[in-house]
């Protein structure tokens, strides 16, 4: 059982504040009855919600995906500039949203929201070794040697990377996948090779691809299809 206000309020569109009002002026309706009073508590899983007549579906989790902008920061703590859950319209925000692993400041692409702790901690498992592909723009053309090199491990600071694919592309322009995340690595890993990166665009995870017809900057719910590919990540 869980308040009126509270379960409304959870689903991001409107504060309990302002749930209340809604109650006040009768446009909240349980199971086709006015609700009398935000603070009754209902049965979140049979009670049909409706504002305004339009039936209010209760989601559990959020998942959001994001097309990063360069310049906005994915860490929750200590951020220096533009935090990207400042991109979330007001109606698809809720308490306890935050980015499902990090991409760098100037790095734009894919990125996951949601409030899903336990989805997010088993898709960031190193463990789990998800695959994620990235469109790289360098200084210079990469070559079959820097692919070569790439599918052996690279040696970093911290010791040999695991193997990495990397298609070329035309120009200066690449496909990378790693699957693992280690700092900065893409650009370490091309530093060794004599090499920098001046840009970089997650395009997918797993099966899971950044949809072209997202804008840079926008956002929106995943689709079925899409949460069903997240699922597989874990």
Known sequence: MERLDKLIASQGKY?????????????VTVDGLSAKSADVKIDETAAVIAIDGIPLTIKKHLYLMLNKPGGYVSSTEGHDGAYVLELVPRELYRDGLFPAGRL???????????????????????????????????????????????????SLSEGLTKPAEMELLEGNTAYVTLVEGRYHQIKRMFASCGATVVGLHRVSMGNLTLPSDLPVGKLRELTEEELRLLEELV
């Open 15 to 27: 504060s309990r504040k302002e749930v209340k009002q809604l109650v006040a002026r009768r446009r």
């Open 104 to 154: 760098d400041k100037d790095t734009t692409g894919m990125m996951i929201l949601t409030d899903d702790g336990q989805m997010a901690h088993r898709i960031l498992a190193p463990k789990k070794h998800v695959k994620k592909k990235y469109l790289v723009t360098l200084d210079v053309p990469p070559t079959e040697e820097m692919v070569s090199r790439f599918r052996e491990g690279i």
